[in-house]
């Protein structure tokens, strides 16, 4: 299981890191990712993983400014949002997997969060 935290309201230009602890087994994960989802638009992917390395990925729109990492030893994953910008404005989901990074929105990732909302306001 997944549950997710850290989420408010903040100004443009602020930072802001969001988390995600993980149960279960954990030890047999392969990647852990966030994704995004503003009103009114689909899901997207923002940053990903691997559970057992530093091998990470982002989205061009976020790239340079939010840093993914995780603690193995507390089995939790964060997500550090730095320059803030009213378009980041969405429900964060964390996704993990036992055999891929999460990457793409039309796969089928074997985890899911229930998702904490981030308002960056103007």
């Known amino acids: 299981q997944l549950q997710a935290s850290g989420g408010g309201l903040v100004q443009a230009g602020d930072s802001l890191r969001i988390s995600c602890a993980a149960s279960g087994r954990t030890f047999s994960l392969s990647g852990v990712g966030w994704f995004r989802q503003a009103p009114g638009k689909e899901r997207e992917f923002v940053a990903g993983s691997r559970w057992w390395s530093d091998t990470t990925y982002y989205a061009d729109s976020v790239k340079g400014r939010f840093s993914i990492s995780r603690d193995n030893a507390k089995n939790t994953v964060y997500l550090q949002m730095n320059s803030l910008k009213p378009e980041d404005t969405a429900v964060y989901y964390c996704?993990?997997?036992?055999?891929?990074?999460?990457?793409?929105?039309?796969?089928?990732?074997?985890?899911w969060g229930q998702g904490t909302e981030v308002t960056v306001s103007s």
């Open positions: 996704v993990a997997d036992f055999t891929k990074v999460p990457l793409g929105t039309t796969e089928h990732y074997d985890y």
